[in-house]
């Protein structure tokens, strides 16, 4: 027959596993604290490459409507996510991701843009959007760049509004996605370190709808330009 634990035996194993596990949480808060706070100097490099660090930006687009009897160029408000790199010294590789809604009816055999007060398919576009560009130092804590690249647009109908709008989601969507998604763009900014771990950007982007050149509709249709503010959090 087995020998019995002596007695406080699981009391003492319990109070060991507690504190090996405050110990693991010391030393993972240890170096979670240190990520956060290593000076912006340091950086972070993966195989040459040095990662600028996360950058969160709310951008503010206006996109030129063509159909004059629709609604107005629409102004929407985007929020998005990048990982800029550097390499090379001063050359920049940003992936970015930005999100936005904008709602749409269908007329005359094409989704337009349709103000809310209508009955609409509100879509959601998701822009994914890697681009390359260069970076000029203007002071220790003042940068300016300039970045193109080639963006591709998802677009997702999220929500129904009016009695019409059942019918009209599923043209809509197919209209929009009829390879209506590539957008060439290019864009300007300035970065303003204002701390070891923190910086301000501003960013200027314009798209250009190509789809435009093989589908019968006018050049400017889709075009879209706006500002875009934002903070880096640097590694």
Do not use: H
């Amino acid at each position: 027959m087995a020998t019995p634990a002596p007695r406080g035996w699981s009391m003492c194993r319990s109070r060991c596993w507690l504190r090996d596990r405050m110990k693991s949480m010391k030393r993972a808060t240890l170096w979670l604290w240190f990520l956060v706070l290593v000076p912006s100097s340091w950086g972070l490099t993966i195989w040459g490459v040095d990662v600028s660090g996360l950058e969160v930006e709310t951008s503010y687009f206006s996109i030129l409507n063509a159909v004059g009897d629709s609604a107005p160029d629409p102004f929407v408000n985007t929020l998005g996510v990048s990982v800029p790199f550097r390499f090379l010294g001063r050359f920049l590789f940003r992936p970015e991701v930005q999100a936005f809604f904008l709602g749409y009816s269908f007329q005359n055999g094409r989704a337009v843009p349709e103000d809310s007060m209508w009955d609409n398919v509100t879509v959601m576009s998701l822009l994914l959007n890697p681009t390359a560009g260069y970076e000029i130092p203007l002071s220790p804590t003042l940068a300016w760049s300039v970045e193109g690249g080639l963006g591709f647009v998802l677009r997702f109908p999220v929500f129904l509004a009016g009695k019409t709008a059942g019918d009209m989601a599923l043209p809509v969507t197919g209209w929009l996605l009829a390879g209506r998604f590539l957008y060439p763009n290019v864009g300007s900014g300035v970065t303003w370190q204002f701390s070891p771990l923190f910086a301000a950007t501003i960013r200027a982007q314009l798209f250009y709808p190509v789809f435009n050149l093989w589908n019968q509709v006018p050049w400017y249709d889709e075009l879209t330009y706006g500002l875009g503010f934002g903070i880096r959090f640097t590694f």
